[in-house]
């Protein structure tokens, strides 16, 4: 599998500034997810970011408040923008697929974000 | 729409009991994958299995087995034998088997085994 890296690895930030994460995977790869995590809770899609064009956002996120990019088959960035503390979550990218043989999604470490 | 139930939220076992986690799916897709994902305190994500919907064979895997029953739209996971080590939260999850492959998770099921 992928070996997927993200920094930060964890963040605390001020209310109302903004945070940019990045995702880096050693191989190319043909999709790239961002998960929000809240405390206590389960992983809830945010987005899926496509290589060369706008990222494809699910019900409830809109790209002013987690704008993404991706410019390249290796590299992702997740930016939570004005942050209030109730962004408070872990933010997990995940890659898929990679094994050439089926739909197998991997997941980088996520960053541990806390907002005061 | 895609839905994964984990009615049990939490399990507490003492080391060497066998314990089996349940999971619930579902979708309107004839063809999908099922997942289970194990999430240790640190935090990440780890890849355990995939099941696909046209496999219902059960698979073991050391002390850990699953067992897919597409009619009664259930993906156990069984571990024989529990260490301390096992203690995390466990996610099953579904994706469709072609398009968009977002994974849908349930809601953790957080196991903990007691020496």
């Known amino acids: 599998s992928a070996v997927i890296s993200q920094k930060p690895s964890r963040d605390i930030c001020q209310r109302g500034t903004s945070l940019t994460i990045q995702c880096q995977v050693d191989s190319q790869v043909t999709m790239m997810f961002w998960y929000r995590q809240q405390p206590g809770q389960s992983l809830t899609l945010i987005a899926t970011?496509?290589?060369?064009?706008?990222?494809?956002?699910e019900s409830g996120f809109v790209i002013d408040k987690f704008p993404i990019s991706r410019p390249n088959l290796t590299f992702s960035t997740l930016t939570v923008s004005n942050m209030s503390p109730e962004d408070s979550s872990i933010y997990l990218c995940s890659v898929g697929p990679t094994d050439g043989a089926g739909e197998t999604q991997y997941f980088g470490p996520g960053t541990r974000l806390l907002v005061l | 729409a895609q839905k994964v139930t984990q009615a049990q939220t939490e399990i507490s076992v003492v080391e060497k009991e066998d314990v089996t986690l349940d999971c619930v799916y579902e979708?309107?897709?004839?063809?999908?994958?099922l997942f289970w994902y194990k999430q240790p305190p640190s935090g990440e994500l780890v890849f355990l299995i995939r099941?696909?919907?046209?496999?219902?064979q059960n698979e073991i895997s050391g002390r850990y087995s699953w067992n897919f029953q597409k009619s009664t739209s259930s993906f156990n996971f069984t571990i024989t034998a529990s260490q301390v080590v096992d203690s995390a939260v466990y996610f099953c999850?579904?994706?469709?088997?072609?398009?968009?492959?977002?994974?849908?998770f349930g809601q953790g099921t957080r196991l903990t085994i007691n020496p």
């Open positions: 999850a579904l994706s469709d088997y072609q398009g968009a492959q977002k994974l849908v």
């Open positions: 979708t309107r897709d004839t063809t999908y994958y």
């Open positions: 099941r696909n919907s046209f496999d219902e």
């Open positions: 970011a496509n290589q060369g064009s706008e990222a494809t956002y």
